[in-house]
């Protein structure tokens, strides 16, 4: 009876064992092992997943990184500076010979570069912690200056001819300055604070208030950058113009007749221009032509095809031994093809693209219209004028004399487009979610160094007065 109790209770009843009257036996699955058999052991770890399923994983781990806040602010962080470090590497390589063959030190565009660079650097710190209510306010200043300086420039005695171009002003000794490269940082705050006026008053659906006096005064700049005889620069200009009318939503037959008019009055500029119809004649040209006129051209190729895959490795250029002209200003990207190869190329075009994609990120995501036109605007110039130069460069347009964007050697280029990059690490601070982001990371070690020694010095001041 005991038994009888225990085996009822649940206690598991031995193998000869039969089943108590009443009790239902669960039926074994088919196909399954007998019951009391030892099953097949299954190893849990390390059984490899499917192929589609840990692709997905993976790519939605990266959407969720690519859509965090900071996305933009440090890709705009690390691309200008990678760019700008590697553009200063490259200059040092491309310009050695160049000042050895004037009779200056091997190192001298280098090391007026690295000082360019340095004060760009500080104009861009600038520039970043500064409000958007002062940027609005040194727009007016801006523009002003610069249309006196491109006067200026006009004046016989005082403006300096650089390779056929009169745009440049002297500042006495190795300094100079050209007046035109500021004209783009001054179209960037003036036209994104006049159209962000006109939208807040909501006066953009009139065609008058998109024209005017945005083009009047865009077609002032045109007209003394040309009479200068800077074609390239003013290309960059009108693809500003263009990018800034988009933005403000022109509508598309506004868009197609201000680029018809732009059109015709490139081409005329250009037909009446022996120079320039020499540089166009020159588009895809494998051959110097006659008289060598597209020997820069065909060198700028010799260069790129000579480099490989990864290069003749840094400093080993021949091309930059008197055969190709302006080695480390318009050309340098075809010096760093030849350097650092293809690979090097394809570097340099991948921190543009990240920049680009930055920049059209943070003009998309605010909801400040002056933020929109000046982040979209700085975008369209700096993103412009890459694909001119890098277009000269690899023969797919004609030679126009824009050096590439904080890459190339020249202060007067690398100023403003550094404080531009400020901006735009100003605005991407700005995003939503960016400034909670930066404030919950706290500060870095640098900035957390600093802050303790001053705690430490007001305590041992304060000890002293007591």
Sequence with gaps: MTADRSTARGRRPGPGAQPLPGRRTPAAAPGAPPRGSARPATPRTGAPRPPLRGARIAYERARRA???????????????????????????????????????????????????????????????????????????????????????????????????????????????????????????????????????????????????????????????????????????????????????????????????????????????????????????????????????????????????????????????????PEPHTDFIFAVTGEELGLAGTLSVLGLFAALGYAGIRVAGRTEDPFVRFAAGSVTTWIMAQAVVNIGSVLGLLPIAGVPLPLFSYGGSALLPTMFAIGLLISFARSEPGARAALAARGAGPVTGAMTRSMRRLVRRRSSRKR
């Design 66 to 324: 690519w859509d965090r806040p900071l996305t933009a602010y440090y890709l705009i962080v690390g691309g200008s500076a990678l760019i700008t470090v590697l553009g200063l590497v490259m200059v040092f390589s491309a310009s050695q010979v160049k000042a050895l063959q004037m009779g200056l030190p091997g190192t001298y565009f280098f090391r007026k570069q690295l000082l360019a660079a340095a004060i760009g650097a500080l104009l861009l710190v600038v520039a970043a912690r500064l409000p958007v209510r002062t940027h609005r306010t040194l727009a007016y200043p801006l523009l002003a200056g610069s249309i006196f300086l491109m006067a200026l420039v006009q004046v016989p005695g005082i403006g300096k001819k650089v390779n056929g171009n009169q745009n440049w002003l002297s500042l006495g000794g190795p300094f100079q300055m050209q007046p035109s490269e500021f004209a783009k940082l001054a179209l960037v705050l003036w036209g994104a604070d006049l159209l962000a006026r006109k939208c807040e008053k909501r006066l953009l659906t009139e065609w008058k208030h998109l024209l005017v006096p945005l083009v009047p005064v865009v077609m002032l700049i045109l007209g003394l950058i040309l009479l200068g005889g800077d074609m390239g620069t003013a290309i960059v200009l009108t693809a500003m113009l263009f990018g800034l009318l988009w933005l403000a939503g022109a509508p598309t037959r506004m868009f197609a007749g201000v680029l018809g008019v732009a059109g015709l009055l490139a081409l005329l500029l250009i037909k009446t221009s022996p120079h320039r119809m020499s540089r166009l004649a020159c588009i895809g040209a494998t051959d110097p032509g006659a008289n060598d006129q597209c020997w820069q051209a065909v060198h700028g190729l010799y260069a790129l095809a000579s480099g490989g895959w990864f290069g003749s490795g840094l400093g080993a250029s021949v091309e930059k031994w008197g055969q190709l």
